[in-house]
């Protein structure tokens, strides 16, 4: 009896397609999230800064208000 090792390569192929197509695409898929991730955090940071930055003008709108109103009362 012939113990030699026979490989098909179809099976071959097969067995690369069966498992390599599956980890490429999770591979892809995981890299996706990570970048919109990335992106997501960096919106949302420049939210947070645009944020302050309005809260900032409504603070000083807010002082420029009072003054007006103070001298509308001054001149009644």
Same mark, same amino acid.
């Given at each position: 009896?012939? %113990?030699? /090792?026979? /490989?098909?390569?179809? %099976?071959?192929?097969? @067995?690369?397609?069966? +498992?390599?197509?599956?980890t490429?695409?999770?591979?892809?898929?995981?890299?996706?999230?990570?970048? %919109?991730?990335e992106r997501?955090n960096?919106r /949302?940071?420049?939210?947070k800064?645009? @944020?302050?930055? /309005?809260?900032?003008?409504?603070?000083?709108l807010? %002082?420029? +208000?009072?003054?007006?109103?103070e001298?509308?009362k001054?001149a009644?």
């Amino acid at each position: 009896m012939n %113990d030699a /090792l026979y /490989l098909n390569f179809g %099976d071959i192929v097969a @067995t690369i397609l069966i +498992l390599g197509i599956p980890t490429i695409l999770i591979f892809f898929i995981s890299k996706a999230f990570k970048r %919109d991730k990335e992106r997501a955090n960096e919106r /949302l940071g420049m939210e947070k800064e645009n @944020t302050v930055m /309005l809260q900032k003008r409504i603070n000083e709108l807010n %002082d420029r +208000l009072v003054v007006v109103e103070e001298k509308l009362k001054e001149a009644e």
